[in-house]
């Protein structure tokens, strides 16, 4: 038989050992070579090369360095985090949002954030209080709603020419975005629980989607808890970039920015230049960072 010459492919899709693995135009349904299983698990948004064994089977025997990776959601070579909350049902929850940043930050990923259903709002101007900590911090921010289409097409450029991921609580409206901007995708969404306004977890798996635009967008699970990122308790500021811009004028090298004197980011929050939110996630996750490299 002669040989054949591994063609180059991104994962798509896994799912039960098998990877959908795109490739000019096609999906194959293909599994990994026993070597790979062992050495490295395969993820979504992985770029591989693979033999083609059937007719749209394979097997993949090498998976190319990765640009950059995030734990989760779980996607390789993501270049751009569209992070994702909603004004109601479910209810804000900040500590996770910035959280999901710190991750991104850590992975290297450009970063926006998107306020979904805005047609719940109960006062004017809602939608834009709640983006001040995010913009404060440099990041661009879009308020829509996927169910009456408004502010959407702003929107709609940011997923051109980039893998980007959607992060967010399970039920903020991560596929009905999908769904609004990209008619034919037809992701399934779920209902809200009336009891507790929480999402039910509708997308369960990874899936990366390419856009008529020609971008790339991986659909990911909801989560609500979120481990930090491995980096010192130091260099921890240097995740919220509002905070990192300032910290080099704090009067001490090893300012803990918590009660020291002369600390520039104590007097940019009294000043209200930053967000207590951002800040007080910021002292909560040193403490957790601090407690961790105790227990080692
Ligand atoms: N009022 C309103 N409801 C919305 C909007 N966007 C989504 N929803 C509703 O919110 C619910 C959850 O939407 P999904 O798209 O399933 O949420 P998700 O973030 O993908 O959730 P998971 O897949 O569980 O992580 C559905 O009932 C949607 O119809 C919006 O802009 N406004
Ligand atoms: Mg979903
Ligand atoms: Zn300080």
Redesign the pocket.
């Known amino acids: 038989m002669p040989a054949v010459e591994p063609r180059q492919g991104l994962v798509t899709r896994a799912l039960g050992g098998f990877f959908f693995v795109a490739s000019a135009g096609k999906t194959y349904r293909c599994t990994a070579k026993g070597v790979l299983k062992q050495r490295a698990e395969i993820i979504v948004g992985d770029r591989v090369t693979f033999i083609e064994t059937e007719p749209m089977r394979g097997v993949i025997d090498d998976v190319l360095p990765r640009r950059t990776r995030l734990l989760r959601p779980p996607v390789a070579n993501a270049t751009k985090a569209v992070v994702?909350f909603?004004i109601n049902?479910p209810p804000p929850n900040y500590m996770l949002i910035d959280r999901i940043l710190v991750q991104a930050e850590a992975a290297g990923l450009n970063i926006i954030i998107c306020l979904?259903?805005?047609?719940?709002i109960e006062r004017a101007g809602q939608d834009q209080e709640l983006l001040i900590p995010y913009r404060s911090a440099g990041y661009r921010t879009y308020s829509?709603?996927?169910?009456?289409r408004a502010n959407l097409e702003p929107l709609r450029d940011e997923f051109k020419d980039c893998i980007s991921v959607l992060a967010?609580?399970?039920?903020?409206?991560?596929?009905?975005?999908l769904n609004a901007l990209e008619p034919g995708l037809e992701l399934?969404?779920?209902?809200?629980s009336s009891r507790t306004l929480r999402?039910?977890?509708?997308?369960r798996r990874v899936e990366l989607l390419s856009l008529a635009t020609g971008g790339l967008v991986a659909?990911?699970?909801?989560f609500s808890t979120l481990s930090l990122p491995d980096v010192e308790p130091e260099e921890l500021v240097y995740l919220f970039p509002e905070l990192g811009a300032i910290a080099p004028y704090c009067r001490f090298a090893d300012c803990r920015h918590e009660t020291e004197p002369h600390c520039a980011i104590l007097a940019a929050v009294g000043a209200g230049e930053v967000a207590a939110s951002r800040f007080q996630s910021y002292l909560s996750m040193a403490a957790e960072l601090r407690e961790l490299r105790r227990k080692w």
């Open positions: 994702i909603a049902k979904n259903k805005i047609d719940l829509v709603s996927s169910k009456t967010g609580q399970s039920g903020v409206g991560k596929s009905s975005l399934a969404t779920g209902k809200i999402g039910r977890h509708t997308t659909d990911t699970p909801g």
